[in-house]
């Protein structure tokens, strides 16, 4: 009975592969080579298997297992792509498997989002937490504030207002489509999260930061101060109203050398006559002196005689471009001498800004950054302060009393006496 069962069952199968080679070739479905096959490796995850399956144009082997898995994740229904955050200019993906959609954003941890060879951001609501700061988000403004600080953002402007004080900062605040926390996440949820705003991680840590911790940052204590009077002998600088940039610089310089005298710091100029003085000149005579600071007095000039205001310069951070420019160019990568001191300059500038602005009262024009040939060679913190606009009939009437040079020079000596402590 057994053999007779066992007989019938060898019969059945063997006429069932007598048909199935029997089938013409082209009616089996062929098996489509697609990007799925290259990725059933061990060393690709379920994720990154799946990006490929689904669309065998994106380059899974090009970005690797980490690029598929963190950045990009798939909507179900649609078929749409989630665009996370593109950004112009940088994309590793090639034209018909980006389609203007595919995201760049592949690593974010602890507030920090990083792009693939491109910058890094820092969620101001994760810097808010670090620095024990409340965070409340108002339209396109954002604010940070305890006891102590208050720092207001704007999405889409440098411009920012820090501790009461007008600074700008090396990139635009930025809104991120999307918090970007695993390709799971997104994938299970298949809902979009909200917005957060963000500035760049150099921001945070060179302009930012160094304004809300005003300690651990000096390298060492502040004694000898070297004060730079702008122009000077063949170099009249702005002539605007009767008046020579030249001839006010040397006197703004002196009155503040004796306010800081007293103050006891010993305090040298680079010109007390009305001699030529290259910039390099200048930089180097305070590094020869072994002085901790350096400011440069100047006067402002525009085309137009409305402009007026105070504002505060230091050198632009390394890899970033100057407050009146917006794209980055291959000059910005530069390092100069005086980026040793990034943290230093935004604090002493700041400290000087917000002493001008509550003594003087002028329009402060903030603090921004520029290159500024005096400042490019100091090996040591350096700012250069534009005290007023000449061009400026009322301004620069003011800026010839001797009340108005009192306020101006006892303004920049607190300021100055304020980083220093």
Known sequence: MQSKLVLSLFGWWTGALSLLQALPVHSLPAQPKTASASTSQKKYSVATRRIAAKNPSFPVKKLG????????????????????????????????SMKGKVPLVLHQKKGMTMLADGPRYTLLSHFAKQNGLKYVCKGTQVQL???????????????????????????????????????????RRLQWIAPEYRIRTVDAQYV??????SQGLRQKIVKRIVIDPGHGGKADGTVQNGLKEKTLTLRTARLLAEKLRRMRYLVELTRTTDIDVSLTQRSYFANVRHADLFVSIHYNSAPSQKACGIETYTYPIEGTPPTDRMQVLPKDQTVAD??????QNAQLAWSVQKQIVS??????????????GVLKDLKRPGILIECGFLSNPNEAKACMHSAYQEKLTRAIAEGIHAYSR
């Open 338 to 343: 005086i980026n040793r001191f990034n943290a």
């Open 65 to 96: 297992n980490a690029a598929c898995t963190k950045a990009v994740a798939r909507q179900s229904m649609g078929n749409r792509w989630i665009p996370l955050r593109p950004v112009s200019g940088f994309s590793p993906f090639s034209k018909t």
């Open 359 to 372: 003594i003087v009262k002028p329009i402060d024009r903030g603090v921004k950054r520029m290159y500024l």
């Open 208 to 213: 930012v930061k160094p304004i809300l911790s």
């Open 145 to 187: 504030s305890n006891e102590k600080h208050r720092l207001v953002f704007t999405v889409g402007t440098k411009e920012t207002i820090l501790n009461g004080v007008k600074v700008f900062l090396s990139f635009p605040v930025d809104l991120q489509q999307a918090s970007v926390s695993g390709f799971r996440k997104i994938v």
